[in-house]
């Protein structure tokens, strides 16, 4: 939903300026950043590259529904800074589309995935899509621990619990 996009994403903003701000007690500069949402559990282990680019932003190519995924992605410095305040580009957006009169009647979104691609193609940084389909695979967890069912059906698992899942 609407909100559940935007709680998500004022978290993910306040999570990351909360780590900049500390980041000088740290010895190590971060050249990489990992996003991943809260209610997703990887399937596989991820190798993580470390020669991403400063503007450089990797994605699934899963469920994009002809934007880019929203649920996992390993960004550089300056991207990193654009991924984690794409909530204020949603905003934009979103009221930008209320004032156009041509969009009357119309929902104010089409879905968080096309927002995303919108987003970080206007700041001009280099998206790359993941050609594997089950590159980065995750599930995402319900409230109640179960686990989605067309995840289940996209990658193929049989109707599993977490715990199942976890002990294959």
Not at 112 to 116: F, I, R, V
């Given at each position: 939903t609407l909100q559940n996009v935007f709680r998500q994403g004022n978290s993910l903003r306040e999570a990351f300026f909360t780590l900049q701000k500390h980041k000088n007690n740290w010895n190590d500069s971060h050249h990489v950043y990992i996003f991943?949402?809260?209610?997703?559990?990887?399937?596989d282990p991820v190798d993580i590259p470390s020669n991403i680019g400063n503007t450089d932003v990797i994605v699934p190519s899963w469920h994009s529904w002809d934007g880019y995924n929203d649920r996992f992605a390993v960004a550089g410095p300056d991207a990193a800074k654009i991924f984690a305040t794409k909530v204020d580009g949603y905003k934009e957006a979103i009221l930008a589309r209320r004032r156009w009169r041509i969009f009357e009647g119309l929902p104010p979104f089409r879905n968080?995935?096309?927002?995303?691609k919108n987003w970080l193609l206007e700041n001009k940084l280099n998206v790359i899509e993941l050609e594997d389909d089950w590159a980065w695979a995750l599930l995402r967890i319900r409230a109640d621990g179960r686990i989605e069912?067309?995840?289940?059906?996209?990658?193929?698992?049989?109707?599993?619990?977490?715990?199942?899942?976890l002990a294959s």
């Open positions: 991943a949402r809260p209610d997703t559990f990887l399937i968080s995935e096309t927002l995303l069912p067309k995840d289940l059906d996209e990658f193929e698992i049989e109707n599993a619990s977490l715990v199942e899942v």
